[in-house]
Structure formats: C-alpha cells, structure tokens
C-alpha cells in the first residue's frame, strides 16, 4: 500500500534521504515540510543527531533530531549487507531525487554515485551535498560546520568586527548550504518536466559560503585595482548590534532620509538633518561610525517600549531585542501561531515551529512527527515490493531493522 499524497507544491515527489546530522536533513525536512515523501535511511546506529545534541527525554531523540526530521519516514538498512544494498537500490528506483552528504569516494565505492545510478535511472535527480567542491584540493576531505565557517571567511567578519575570530553560534554553513540543496532540487525538477531527464547536483558548502561572504564584504576589492578596503564597514562595525535603552534593548535601523530625519527629531537632535554627515543616505553610510555613534547616545532616554511605540508612529524601522527565550513569547509570532505545541507519541508534549512560507495553491495537509528509528522499515520496504517473509529474512540477516512502530 502506497502512502498518501500529504499535498503541497512537492506531493508526489519521492525523496530517498541518505543524509544525517543538519545540512542534508535540512534539505530534505524543507523538501518534505512542502509535500515531499522522504524516506530517511539510516544506519544501524542511527543519525548522529538523535544522541549528539543536547536536550531529549529519551535515547534517541533529541531536540535537534526532532526539529530537523518532521515529516519524514524512517527506515534502517545496512549498506555493508547485500540486502541492505539492495533495498537501497530498489528504494532509489522508485524515487524521483536521491540526497545524500555521504564523501564522494565512499558513495562511488557503493555503487551510489551519479554515473551508477543513472544508467538505470535516467529521471533521477542526484544530489550531493559536499563539503568542498570537486577539483580543489580540499576534495573530499571531512568538514562540519564549524570548519566551513573558518575557510569562507563566516569567522574572519567576526574578527573584524570584534578583534577577534569566532564562528556564528549557529549551524549556519549546514543552514544555508542545506537551504540552497533544497533549492536546486526544486530547479533541477522543473527542468526535468520540460526536458524528462534527471541530473546530479553538487552543492559544495565552502564555495557556496565563500559566496555568501565576498557578495556582502568583497566591496572595493570587487574593482582591479582595489578602489579602497574589503569589507561593509557598517556591518563589521562595533556598534552594529543591538543598542542598549534605559532598560533593555532595541535594534533601529533609519535608512532612508525620511526615516533618518524622523529619528534625529525623535531624539531631539533635529540640527543633524542638515549636518552633511548624515543629510543623504551616501554620507550616512561613509560616516557610519559617526552615524552609530548618534544612535548609541540617543537611545538610552526612553525605556525599549516607549521607543517601539514612537518609531512605530514615525515609521522608523526598529524592534526590541530578542533573547533566545524571549521568541517564545513574541507577540507578532503569536498573533501568526509560528510555535506549535502538540503530542509526540514517543516523546509527549513537544514545541515546535510551524512552516513560515505559504502557498495559495495549499500545504502539506498531513504532518507527521519525527520518527524513531526504523520506524517505518516494514512499511517501506513492503511499499518496494518486499513480501512480508521478504521483510523478516531481511530482519533476521540484520540488513534492516524496524522499529517499535515499524
């Protein structure tokens, strides 16, 4: 019995989801959060994010894991048993992408590359998530985040902004190279309904962050020769941050001359309007340091919500600062219901974010929780074809596993 469509832009679509930890399942939970069947294959052992991340009430199922891997269905098979392979390949034939953050080599070695796959599957839509790109030296060398955020230069705007290199505190080279898989499958799926073939995709997380930084801090070094310093000297400054109220925080960012000129008059420094420091958007930005500085000293007189409630009149773009914690109760994402409270049936009462994009065609109807581990092998694999006795020789050979529920 086949599984239902769930609806969305993506119902219909197949995915088989070779990926763990963050930039792959971040892929695919997008391409299954808008309709996608995924099918998560998991080894023996597991995602290394059901126990690596801190946070769970039981084995198996932390925080991380759960918001990464919604609405997927997971299998276990264990590739190094020729049943295991086997029913990945059988899985890969009725699928219409196949994802995986598996090192190139090791992929070719099992037979899973593009150049395989293809020959038998010409509509299949192959993509390879990487840490460097091929043909540089890095090639196929091991990379986490963290490694990515030191060799894109993610660390060095840090260092230029604080003195000294730090990474960004969060997963952000898994987020966005993630994000950008998802979207090129989604390219690479409307071409294949014009032209009815598949390709492989390469989507290699340094160059695609390497991107991400010179497009926003290459600046003068875009010219040869250099007309003047790399860097947005606005956004690496100190004072590019939240800045602090008489009892609290708030982030105001006057742009244009009618929202600068409001703010000068809000903080009772109306003469600025005319100081040619500040009196076009060009001279705010050359004198950004200066411009900041105006900010900082004029902020700290009223309380965080009396400034709110005045830039809001003024039409001034600003907000309240934010803690972690603080997001839980936002009135804004309350009004639009972005958490979500419902029941794991493993894990009991769960927070979790809702889809923030919308489609007026509709959404996926049908959502369902993370899984467990092998959750759904039997169902799986019986959906492939596999006789039930099929199921249990498998089983007891240890190519594939269920679970509680599978």
Same mark, same amino acid.
Request: proline fraction near 6%; glycine fraction near 10%.
């Given at each position: ?11 219909? !679509? ?22 996608? @069947?995924?099918?998560? !294959? ?23 894991? %759960? ?10 098979? @264990?590739? $190094? $048993? ?16 196949? !994802? ?24 299949? %839509?192959?993509?390879? %998530? ?101 860097? @947005? ?13 008489? @009892?609290?925080? %708030?982030? !105001? ?35 950004? $340091? ?117």
């Amino acid at each position: 019995m086949t599984a239902k469509a769930p609806g969305g832009p993506l119902a219909g !679509v197949r995915v088989v989801d070779l990926t763990t930890v963050v930039v792959g399942p971040i892929c695919t939970r997008t391409l299954a959060d808008y309709g996608a @069947d995924v099918i998560k !294959v998991e080894a023996p052992g597991g995602d290394l994010l059901r126990t690596m991340a801190e946070g769970s009430r039981h084995p198996g199922m932390s925080g991380k894991f %759960i918001n990464f891997n919604r609405n997927k269905r997971s299998i276990v098979l @264990d590739l $190094k $048993k020729p049943g295991g392979h086997a029913a990945l390949l059988r899985l890969i034939s009725r699928a219409d992408v196949f !994802v995986s953050n598996v090192r190139p080599e090791a992929l070719a070695r099992a037979g899973l590359d593009y150049a395989s796959l293809a020959k038998d599957h010409p509509r299949l %839509i192959h993509c390879s %998530i990487l840490a460097f790109g091929r043909g540089g030296r890095y090639f196929n060398r091991p990379a986490y985040d963290p490694v990515v955020q030191s060799l894109s230069g993610v660390a060095g705007t840090l260092a230029r902004a604080t003195g000294e290199p730090r990474f960004v505190p969060m997963v952000m080279s898994d987020h966005v190279s993630g994000l950008i898989a998802a979207q090129c499958i989604g390219f690479a799926l409307y071409r294949r309904e014009k032209a009815g073939q598949g390709e492989a995709i390469d989507v290699p997380m340094l160059e695609n962050m390497a991107s991400f930084v010179a497009s926003e801090h290459l600046g003068a070094l875009t010219f040869d020769p250099p007309v003047g310093p790399s860097g @947005d000297g606005r956004l690496l400054s100190p004072d590019y941050r939240p800045l602090p109220t008489r @009892d609290g925080y %708030i982030t !105001v960012r006057p742009n244009t001359n009618a929202q600068a000129f409001a703010f000068f008059e809000a903080i009772g420094r109306p003469e600025l309007k005319a100081d040619p420091r500040f009196d076009s958007a060009a001279s705010r930005t050359r004198n950004a $340091k200066a411009y900041f500085q105006v900010q900082r000293e004029g902020l700290g007189a009223r309380t965080t919500d009396e400034w709110v409630e005045l830039f809001d009149k003024l039409d001034v773009p600003a907000a309240r600062y934010n803690s972690i914690d603080d997001l839980l109760a936002d009135p804004h994402l309350e009004d639009v219901g972005f958490f979500k409270e419902e029941n794991h049936p493993s894990e009991g009462r769960i927070r979790r974010t809702r889809l923030a994009n919308t489609f007026s065609g509709g959404a996926r109807e049908e959502e369902c929780h993370a899984p467990l581990m092998g959750q759904h092998t039997r169902e799986i694999l019986a959906e492939a074809g596999y006789s039930e006795a099929e199921i249990d020789k498998l089983t007891a050979a240890g190519a594939v596993q269920a679970g509680a529920a599978g």
